[in-house]
């Protein structure tokens, strides 16, 4: 079945720095459409960056300059490099899956936390 199970959350300092990656099993990762949404408390869930098969990347507006998306297609694994956290980072942030960009099917993961507080 499906897995997409995210890691690398945490607490850290503003200015700081925290590495997410989201481990896929279960389907064609170097096929599929991936992306990092995150969602704060009483607020909905917003898409923060996406990598094509390709490697064709795309940010929100508020990370771009400060996150990195990657793929490493060999390890079915999907970073998210965050680089001079805000405290309007802090978030759940998730991995998602999807055979294609306009793709009704998609897949998510379990979330991890980021915190960014002093």
């Known amino acids: 079945q499906v897995q997409l199970v995210e890691s690398g959350g945490g607490l850290v300092q503003p200015g700081g720095s925290l590495r997410l990656s989201c481990a896929a099993s279960?389907?064609?990762?170097?096929?599929?459409?991936m992306s990092w949404y995150r969602q704060a408390p009483g607020k909905e869930r917003e898409l923060v960056a996406v990598?094509?098969?390709?490697?064709?990347?795309n940010y929100e507006d508020s990370v771009k300059g400060r996150f990195t998306i990657s793929r490493d297609n060999a390890k079915a694994t999907m970073y998210l490099q965050m680089n001079g956290l805000k405290p309007g980072d802090t978030a759940v942030y998730y991995c998602?899956?999807?055979?294609?960009?306009?793709?009704?099917?998609?897949?998510w993961g379990q979330g991890t936390q980021v915190t960014v507080s002093s």
């Open positions: 998602k899956a999807q055979p294609s960009a306009l793709a009704s099917v998609a897949f």
């Open positions: 990598i094509s098969p390709g490697g064709n990347t």
């Open positions: 279960g389907f064609i990762f170097s096929s599929y459409v």
